[in-house]
């Protein structure tokens, strides 16, 4: 199967590795290097070979047995898989704390992503220019979404499901809240969340996972050493 | 199987969907409900009545069939599960655009975890106050840092691997980095990335399987009308 095909249900985590293979390619491509083992990459991705060498499977041959990868015709091919040779455009709806960090750190050139605008309700912050991209107000929202556009929901508490139907309506199909509060989608839209707090949580409960398997081994050497 | 236990292999899914289930809960409970079955619990939360079941079924039995569960029973088991009740305490590593909207966003005091200390290594920031939280040279960090702390990288590009290693040295064993670059974690310690282009990359593959399935049906359909 060629890339220009892309299989059905691939699993969340092999996109999430794809990403993070692209990242390490370019970095291995920066460091002068033309080919890499799918072993190199996984220990400079911090993954296993195995993983590798099964995410790519999905999308079929990239190397020769033996021979590694060559890092511009893997880093292609996977720009191709992620879609980020013609990139979706990012705009911005909220001009708070968050929304501004996001627009003043940018996107890295290299991802291809960019950000094309930033809207806010509040009137206040309406033709502030953030990173030199003027603030527009929501009412201008529609002429900025398509189904290529990822818009990005950064507003107040409780304004969530208001911007998420602005931007159904606008035409846009794929949204990252960064609230958390939980939001109802239209059919067919695809709504990623992302919050410091369900991260905060999975480690949390790592934490409390470490803990238990250290006390559950204690226990197991105490009980051999009183046997 | 008490909660006091933890299972091991949990997947992470269930896991993130189980912070979002306490989210869920918490509304259900500020709307004055006082039970409620897997079906409503998956609704609110946009996931399937049968991830639920499976979710919750890692940690025992919560509910009584065909009475559904306790809104404040569900989410305190919910919350002893994720290590909400004494939470870890949360330090952030960079004073720049992102470390500052998240420590002046703050986190939700239902969520249990408060941001307690930021550091940054330009002499330029430390001593300012961000949120009442006042800026710390790296030199103050292994103070502030144990095994029930979750630090938040968000330092300049090229410098996360650093701070990771002055955040291990602390004595922390809980990452999430807002710095894409690929991290060599120390063993045992968790390390979780967080950036909006991992995100962008998944909604782009996203629009992309979309187009693809499209092209394939609209294709199925007209040689159906052309046989």
């Known amino acids: ?23 390490c390619l370019r970095q291995a491509s920066l460091r002068g290097e033309s080919t890499v083992t799918s072993r190199e990459l996984a ?23 033996g021979s590694g990868y060559s890092v ?11 879609g980020k040779i013609n990139p979706p455009g990012v705009i911005v709806l909220g ?31 309406v033709g502030i220019s953030i990173a030199g991209i003027k ?5 201008e929202l529609s002429a900025a979404c398509d189904e290529n556009t990822i818009a990005v929901i950064a507003v107040s ?15 846009c199909q794929a949204v990252i809240s960064f609230n958390l509060e939980p939001l109802n ?12 707090s369900t991260e905060l949580d999975l480690l949390s409960h790592s934490i409390r996972s470490k803990k238990a398997r250290r006390s559950h081994h204690d226990r197991m050497e105490l009980s051999q050493l009183t046997q």
Do not use: W
Request: proline content about 6%; charged content about 20%; glycine content about 14%.
């Open 1 to 23: 199967m060629g890339v220009g095909m892309l299989p059905v249900n691939v699993p969340e985590k092999t996109v999430r590795r794809l990403s993070q293979y692209a990242r």
């Open 43 to 65: 220990r400079n991705c911090g993954v296993s070979s195995s993983s590798v060498r099964n995410d790519l499977s999905y999308y079929g041959e990239f190397g020769k047995q």
């Open 72 to 82: 511009s015709g893997l880093l292609a091919n996977i720009k191709t898989i992620l």
């Open 95 to 125: 001009a708070g704390h968050i929304g501004t960090a996001l627009v003043e750190s940018g996107l890295s050139d290299a991802d291809g992503y960019e950000y094309q605008a930033i809207f806010d309700s509040n009137p206040a912050r």
């Open 135 to 139: 603030v527009q107000p929501l009412s």
């Open 157 to 171: 508490p409780g304004k969530g499901q208001e911007a998420l139907e602005a931007l159904a309506e606008g035409g």
């Open 185 to 196: 989608p239209p059919e067919g839209l695809s709504l990623r969340y992302m919050g410091v």
